[in-house]
Nanobody, 122 residues
Framework: QVQLVESGGGLVHTGDSLRLSCAASGRTSSKYTLGWFRQAPGKEREFVAS???????YYADSLKGRFTISRDNTKNTVYLQMNNLTPEDTAVYYCALDYGYRVSDHREYDYWGQGTQVTVSS
């Protein structure tokens, strides 16, 4: 079983930056994809970014240039650097892991964290 624990969320103002972290523990192998998704109130869960074990990065088109995903395999941790935040980025951010080469379909991820709230005030 895999456990994912997110951290780094909080309340910020428009234009601020945040860095989210997600640490994976439990049974992990060397080949897995880590992803970030978010869900705003009343909206469906949406893809933010993902990074398979190859190190290739994928982003939602609307977030390219502002968000950066990275991973530290020695710590089994994935990060999401978010810059120039706006109120539209307000959501619960979820970390996800899957033992496969995954990109943006949340249905393909088997393991999920509990989520961390990001609130951006205007």
């Amino acid at each position: 079983q895999v456990q994912l624990v997110e951290s780094g969320g909080g309340l910020v103002h428009t234009g601020d930056s945040l860095r989210l972290s997600c640490a994976a523990s439990g049974r992990t192998s060397s080949k897995y994809t880590l992803g970030w998704f978010r869900q705003a109130p009343g909206k469906e869960r949406e893809f933010v970014a993902s990074i398979p074990w190859t190190g290739t990065t994928y982003y939602a088109d609307s977030l390219k240039g502002r968000f950066t995903i990275s991973r530290d395999n020695t710590k089994n941790t994935v990060y999401l650097q978010m810059n120039n935040l706006t109120p539209e980025d307000t959501a619960v951010y979820y970390c996800a892991l899957d033992y496969g080469y995954r990109v943006s379909d949340h249905r393909e991820y088997d393991y999920w964290g509990q989520g961390t709230q990001v609130t951006v005030s205007s």
